[in-house]
């Protein structure tokens, strides 16, 4: 059951990529469109800004990014329904489509046949959505009607009816069961709400009476989180609901979360009546760029001037591409996975770190918000933009570059890491699989390498039935147990390897085996 639990997390938690994906873009869109609307210096600096054409594509960025921001709780019920669906997952999706619609209606009668039940709630509570009157529920919404409505699909994707009415079977069923469920379902949301919100509530006070350690538990619970695929939807409760802040505008509306309060700012060049810029990106991607940029390729050097000078040749490529990808892309797993093998404990300071960078952009007032933390980020939302204060970051991210990098070339000596290039699984597997770094990608994502080699000691993809894992083992199921060769499994990191009999075996690789099981999953 407990196995089952955390199975259907990180489904959920991958689930929340898409729209996570789309609000980064609608969020880069507006705040290209911001620059040219509302900068000022800018403009006078380049008239050709004012241009009527250069207006005209501004407004049009402007109105995709508002498209996005502005239908959410929408975008969330059609990707959930869509991921966790079993079979025939469009129709999920046109069921979760139809589900939302059917939930905002059912409540719209509700509150318009019932005076009282709209008396319950604060003007601010009620909207308007999709052009319905109704209850406003927010992303909270979204993602409770995407989880129902592919329980709906899942169920009744396959039913069939008697020939009178088999026209409605299958599939076709999907959107008219979730239109049915919804509407009786918006007849008694309402109250439900009532009290799920009074909680999100409490969880929003319990971040605000956190003050400045609200960033560094934000910042350390995402690190914390990212080797088991959860971290997505941790980022979505703390950013995109009103545990982080449920903004009042000068014209009356309310936005909720962070992401989306930022945006309507981007949007309307307008700060809301009740939070300030700073409070407003606290939760975004400024307090990580620090790390990113600065402490995390630094912790690349640590590691490449720590291996062997013999082996420095080797690793060179998988530190510089982690390195980059880091500053370019914001991307840290290729890095962080080099050490979160060889040292749980390390990668538990590192997290920490992550935290204080958060809270100390915070305690210094920086404003650089925006959902990238990288060079992109750092460029169009800081060092074009005056208010940023991105200087904060910069210098936050040189006190801890110098720092972490100390810190971890310690670390590494003085507890001899197993990092690349002093006797790692990572040049080990390299020889094993006979990789030339300079012509295959694999050589610079750690992860997918140490995942083949499991694959291939395992006595490769054909001799493999299934995989899972416990607590620190991953227990794998074979045809030919002749072909599994121990030396290779050895030689990827593994702690023991077991053979439970002709069909089973399991390799001890400790407490980070869940993400080496999702590795090789996914290779296979």
Known sequence: MKK???????MLSRAFITPVALLSFASLLLGVASLFLWHDKLRELLPFLNSALFQYVANLL?????????NLPLLFAVTLAFTLAKAEKEYAALGALCGYIGLL?????????HPSVSEMFAKSALTTTLGIETVNTGVVGGIITGLLSAIIHNRVHQIKFPVALAFFGGVRFVPLANIMFFVAFGQCFPFLWLMLSKVINHAA???????????????????LLLPTGLHQIWNTVIRDTMVSGIAIFPDGHTVEGARAIFAEYLKTNTLPVNMSLVDIVKFLRGGQIPITMFALPMMALAMYQTARPEQRKKIKPLLLTGAFTSIIAGVTEPLEFTFLFVSPVWYLIYSVINGFSWMFCY???STLGGTEANIIGLVLYGFLRPESKFWINMLIGIVFSLGGYSLFRFWIVHFDLKTPGRGSDYEHTIDILGINQEQDDISNDPLKLKASAIIRGLGGKHNIVSVDCCYSRLRV?????SLVDEKIIQATGALGYVPVDDGNVQIVYGTTVDTIRNAVRKLL
């Open 363 to 365: 305690l210094f007032q």
């Open 477 to 481: 199921s074979i045809h030919d147990i």
């Open 105 to 113: 209606m059912g409540m719209h009668v509700l509150i318009s046949v």
């Open 62 to 70: 402007n109105t995709v990014g508002a498209v996005i921001m502005d």
């Open 4 to 10: 089952e639990t955390i199975h259907f997390f990180q």
């Open 205 to 223: 006070m319990g971040i605000s009476s956190a003050g400045v350690f609200a960033p560094f538990i934000y910042g350390l619970g995402e690190r």
